[in-house]
């Protein structure tokens, strides 16, 4: 299973559509495709048909969260393992 991306426009909102399956060896990429947007706050991320994900991708959403961009429709055990990385205050 491959991560599919696809880039939309919605508002002032740069939406990167996410499909398949995140993995550790994908986040260069997607940091790199990231960085190219002006401000990490119009950038949204829809994960609806994210089916798997890998540890390193978990601490990867949290670290998009804590930089101001939104995550749609993340699956409920994702979020729910996001919950259990983030950083302990």
């Not at 939104?70 to 979020?79: A, H, Q």
């Amino acid at each position: 299973m491959t991560l599919k991306i696809e880039r939309s426009l919605r508002l002032g909102l740069s939406v990167f559509t996410l499909s398949g399956r995140i993995a550790s060896s994908h986040l260069s990429g997607l940091v790199a495709m990231f960085d190219g947007e002006s401000n990490p706050r119009s950038v949204v991320l829809d994960l609806l048909e994210v089916q798997l994900v890998d540890r390193d991708a978990v601490k990867f959403l949290v670290q998009c969260e804590q930089r101001g961009m939104s995550l749609e429709n993340c699956p409920m055990y994702v979020r729910e393992w996001m919950d259990r990385e983030k950083p302990r205050e």
